[in-house]
Nanobody, 115 residues
């Protein structure tokens, strides 16, 4: 069984910062990518940022320049530093990890950005 445990997030005023952390455990090995997805403003879940095991990163256009993803694949952890947050970043954020067998999901963390 694979478990992704997320922490961080919460409530912040616009312009502030939050950090999300994710740790994978269980029957998951040879992780080749980890990422953060988000569901905001009634939209479908979408990729916010991802990182692969060679350090390559991808960002959604809406968060590029404000969010930074990092990861330690040996420790099976990933982080999302979110700066200059905007009210439209409000939503549920989900960690994901991929190995050759499957893609696994965390339970989600709420991020709320107030005016």
């Amino acid at each position: 069984q694979v478990q992704l445990v997320e922490s961080g997030g919460g409530l912040v005023q616009a312009g502030g910062s939050l950090r999300l952390a994710c740790a994978a455990s269980g029957s998951i090995s040879r992780i080749h990518a980890m990422g953060w997805y988000r569901q905001v403003s009634g939209r479908a879940r979408e990729l916010a940022a991802s990182i692969d095991n060679r350090g390559g990163t991808q960002y959604a256009r809406a968060v590029r320049g404000r969010f930074t993803i990092s990861g330690d694949f040996a420790k099976k952890t990933a982080y999302l530093q979110m700066d200059s947050l905007k009210p439209e970043d409000t939503g549920e954020y989900y960690c994901a990890a991929e190995d050759p067998a499957d893609k696994y999901w965390g339970q989600g963390r709420q991020v709320t950005v107030s005016l």
